[in-house]
């Protein structure tokens, strides 16, 4: 039985993550273990999946200590001091959605190993509740916001002058601790949609460039230095410059690696060469795509940086968890050094095309396989996670997209974009 995708369970509320799982997951995840941390971002099914959780836990015997509304960085900074540590979040899923993401005491999600465990107890309903006298108690901590801040202020040098920042928390988890440690930094902070609401009504949680229109605006006419948006729970952090432009996820990942003072980073294989040129001299490591697969190979190639173009920085010093409070924090101390828009011009542009082509699921693992080996004739090929292709030119990769029966391809090319996409396009089609 398959429980967990690529980012921990998640799905629509009461249809595919209902309480009864909830509980056996927490009755699961008890197993062998006596301590428990667990939160919640602020979804409407969020305290009805949490306790059903803990209801599970506490039936294994784990003793449980609530966190309540903060962002995964955070309870996965606070999961240092505990067996195990529950996130119940969708992430940047729409507001209907709820799932539950799991998190070892060194903030890494739990890996594959890990979660085939859980599916295995849950699928033998193989648990081990204990005797009356035995069961787990629970507890309220209220200051895992502190810690985590106090965690943040120790590893940044403050800004040499009050910044102006325009933070947009999407109406996620991340407005109980970003605006609050911005201004502790000494920045002059405006807030937008930084009231927790679970029904997401301002704007879609995803920090996408379409979703954060206001935000690019009020930096613009505010005349502000930076802007912050996060995803519901703020594991993600995208960023707007001082001219009012939305910094693409490739060129954060770029600056972020440039400051970070490191000669490994980690990235999934989807990421632009804009990377590579930008940091000549820095050893590479391509992963899988997901945020968990990045810290595994962080961790494999003791890298002291690595992130995903969707807005997820993973700084280990704070935590193998991607942290949008923290990166948030680094990208002020990174402007003091220069402004963002000349960061981001000084960055080399390539031409980019992606999209999926429809292909039954049943056919997936032999449409690959031919288009493998017709793709291996353009140049060197990694199959890391679907077939990335160096083409002298650029790069294509085509994988099967995790949510719908499609084949996606991307292309990245210096010039030439829309041939070197139809030349893969057209073996594909041709695999199908
Ligand atoms: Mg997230």
Not at 337 to 365: F, H, N, W
Request: glycine letters at 10%; one cysteine or more; hydrophobic letters at 40%.
């Amino acid at each position: 039985m398959k429980l967990f995708g690529s980012s921990g369970i998640r799905g629509l509320t009461n249809v595919d993550v209902t309480p009864e799982l909830a509980l056996n997951v927490g009755k699961a995840a008890g197993k062998k273990r006596t301590c428990a941390v667990i939160a919640r971002d602020p979804r409407v099914a969020g305290p009805m999946i949490e306790q059903a959780i803990a209801s599970g836990l506490m039936c294994s015997g784990v003793d449980v200590t609530w966190l309540g509304i903060v962002p995964t960085p955070t309870l996965a900074y606070a999961a240092r001091d505990f067996d195990i540590g529950v996130m119940v979040t969708a992430s940047h899923n729409p507001a209907q959605d709820i799932g539950i993401k799991l998190w070892n005491p060194d903030g890494m999600a739990f890996d594959s190993k890990q979660q085939e465990e859980i599916e295995q107890t849950i699928s033998s309903s193989d648990y081990a509740p204990v005797e009356w006298n035995d069961i787990g108690t629970t507890h309220i901590y209220e200051n895992s916001v502190e810690d985590h801040i106090t965690a943040i202020l120790d590893n940044i040098d403050l800004p040499k002058r009050d910044y102006k920042v325009v933070v947009d928390c999407g109406s996620g988890a991340g407005s109980v601790i970003t605006p609050w440690l911005l201004r502790r930094m000494g920045c002059r902070v405006l807030t937008l949609n930084a009231q927790p609401d679970g029904h997401f009504t301002a704007r879609n949680p995803e920090p996408k460039e379409k979703n954060v229109g206001l935000l690019m605006k009020t930096v613009k006419d505010t005349g502000a230095d930076l802007g912050i948006a996060h995803d519901g729970d703020a594991d993600r952090m995208m960023a707007v410059d001082d001219k009012g432009r939305f910094v693409g996820g490739d060129q954060m990942l770029a600056i972020f690696a440039a400051y970070e003072d490191t000669d490994k980073i980690v990235v999934p294989v989807d990421t632009s060469m804009v990377v590579d040129d930008a940091l000549p001299g820095t050893k590479i490591t391509r992963s899988r795509v997901g945020d968990v697969y990045v810290a595994e190979c962080m961790k494999k190639t003791g890298a002291s940086f690595g992130g995903e173009p969707s807005g997820s920085w993973i700084f280990p010093k704070i935590s193998f968890c991607p942290d949008g409070i923290y990166a948030a924090a680094r990208l002020i101390e990174i402007i003091n050094s220069r402004k963002l828009c000349e960061l981001v011009d000084g960055l080399p542009k390539y031409q980019t095309k992606r999209a999926g082509i429809a292909c039954e699921r049943i056919k997936m693992a032999d449409v690959m396989e031919k288009t493998a080996a017709q793709l291996s004739l353009l140049g060197d090929v990694s199959m890391i996670d679907g077939i990335r292709v160096e083409t002298g030119n650029g790069w294509v990769l085509v994988r099967p997209s995790g949510t719908e029966p499609k084949i996606r391809i991307t292309a990245e090319t210096r010039s030439g974009v829309d041939e070197q996409f139809s030349i893969v396009e057209r073996i594909v089609e041709d695999a199908i």
